[in-house]
């Protein structure tokens, strides 16, 4: 009897010992606020395309290397000092990292020069969307005085067509053109490379199911740039780049970005009052490695930037919390960029 109140007692006391240890496992975390995020944020932003196609300008593998090639040729300048590449550096995410950059002969443009990389995707080309797509983006620097100063489409097809390779490169890419070196195969040739220019990050993989991809203050951070607003500019698989916006809707926005000039955006273009101060909200992707910031490149530190355009965008001050937060999820925006570009 004594022994079996001994062994009643043993089992009893190992019972609760591995009851006491079971309470104080931590709790499992509940991922279901997780998943409304990422369904309501795979709504918003929707799945990244492996390559941004164009119907009237097909890619092909030998189209896209002409591209190439035709980005980084510096033969394509006045003075054979410039390339597509020296103001979107494909190593330094697409930019050259400075508020405006330097051209041919030395001048400064009078916008910030935006990134390449996913450009192909947004609803028009330039701050100010004066042209409808990369092909025709990919033609005005080339002629721009201020750039790469070439002073004629004639003069451009001239010079390539003096080189042995190009000639043989565009006869392969455009076999059934009896000129195949014209400005609009130059044109065609650079914006089907620049619509390969697409990068996925961490963010895509949250978007696609994957809760993991992102940390609990990269979902914060998320879940603050849709209640807030910030999505209202910045959506769509750019996560910008598809609508214009008026850049001071509470506030002139001169007066906290230090610019050196008032910049009148799309009303230059088209003389349109409604237009003063619009411009093409730009892409997000990779913004923390795009600064520095702005039309005119006037703020370098990427919270700053947030929390202006918290203030005039918004009308909203943003709690140190939040900026940091913000942050964080716009730090997940940044891509590998792949080595064989």
């Known amino acids: ?97 400075l508020s405006t950059s330097p051209g041919n002969n030395g001048g400064f443009g009078t916008r910030n020069s935006p990134t390449v990389f996913n450009a192909a995707l947004h609803v028009a080309q330039f701050w100010d969307g004066r042209e409808p797509d990369v092909e025709a983006q990919a033609g005005g620097p080339i002629l721009n005085p201020v750039e790469m100063a070439m002073p004629s489409e004639k003069v451009v097809v001239k010079r390539l067509s003096k080189i042995d390779e190009y000639n043989k490169l565009f006869a392969k890419v455009f076999p059934n053109d009896k000129e195949p070196i014209t400005y609009k195969n130059i044109e065609k040739a650079i914006g089907a490379f620049e619509r390969t220019l697409i990068t996925p990050s961490r963010f895509d993989e949250f978007i696609k199911g994957d809760l993991s991809a992102l940390t ?67 892409s997000l992707r990779n913004i923390e490695k795009t600064y520095p910031y702005f039309h005119d490149g006037s703020i370098k530190d990427l919270k700053e930037a947030v929390s202006i355009m918290a203030k005039i965008q918004l009308n909203k001050d943003f709690s140190e919390k939040e900026l940091n937060a913000l942050v964080q999820f716009l730090n997940s925006l940044t891509a590998k960029i792949p080595e064989t570009i």
């Open 216 to 282: 609990t203050e990269e979902k914060e951070g998320l879940q603050l740039f849709i209640d807030k607003g910030c999505v209202a500019c910045h959506s769509g698989n750019a996560i910008g780049g598809k609508i214009f916006q008026k850049f001071g809707i509470y506030d002139d926005y001169w007066k906290y970005t230090k610019s050196k000039k008032i910049d009148n955006g799309k009303f230059d273009v088209t003389k349109n009052e409604n237009d003063k101060y619009i411009f093409k909200s730009p």
């Open 1 to 97: 009897m004594r022994k079996f109140l001994l062994l009643t007692i043993l089992i009893t006391s190992v019972f609760s010992c591995t009851t006491n240890k079971k309470e104080k496992q931590p709790k499992v975390e509940d991922n279901s606020a997780y998943v409304a995020l990422q369904k309501t944020a795979s709504s918003m932003f929707g799945v990244l395309p492996t390559s941004a196609k164009s119907k009237d300008n097909p890619l092909t593998k030998k189209k896209v290397a002409l591209g190439k090639k035709l980005f980084l040729d510096k033969r394509l300048s006045k003075d054979n000092t410039q390339s597509c590449n020296t103001c979107h550096n494909l190593k330094t995410y697409g930019v050259d990292n």
